[in-house]
């Protein structure tokens, strides 16, 4: 069963994402990174180039046609194409992602502005209601809320 956690608080919503898909990729995971627009996508493809001197975070745009062989794809909210893999799926668009259910894990990262916080309420009741298993965090303090 897929589950859910939200980190909530996040100064740097694109910071907090590199530094854990890093890691995730670090420990032997495949991460799916879900963004709003195109836009969004270009910010986090830039910001994972340069999250981690002297480091390589290997990543690529869903619509590559690498995204099968990379451990780290991003996509856009719009975007129809299927995630290559079912791991782990970082959010960070207003809606529930299609699908979610194929993942083992989601991780929403929710800023500290309300305009994130509204949207994630929203998604937090939808994943309540659909009866998958949720935690939350503190991003800052990295503590479970």
Partial sequence: MTRVQFYHNTPDRLALTCE???NAHAGGRQVA???????????LDQHLWTAVPLSFIPHVLLESPLAAET?????TADSTRPW????????LADDIP???EQ????VEIVGQSEA???PAR?????????????????AESRSAL
């Fill in 122 to 138: 929203t998604r937090w009741q939808q994943y309540k209601a659909s009866q998958v298993p949720l935690k939350a965090f503190d």
């Fill in 116 to 118: 994130d916080k509204l």
């Fill in 20 to 22: 854990l898909a890093a």
């Fill in 71 to 75: 451990p780290i794809v991003i996509g």
């Fill in 98 to 100: 299609p699908g979610f």
């Fill in 103 to 106: 993942f083992r894990t989601v």
């Fill in 33 to 43: 990174i879900r963004v709003a627009d195109f836009a969004h996508a270009r910010r």
């Fill in 84 to 91: 290559p893999h079912g791991d782990l799926l970082f959010n």
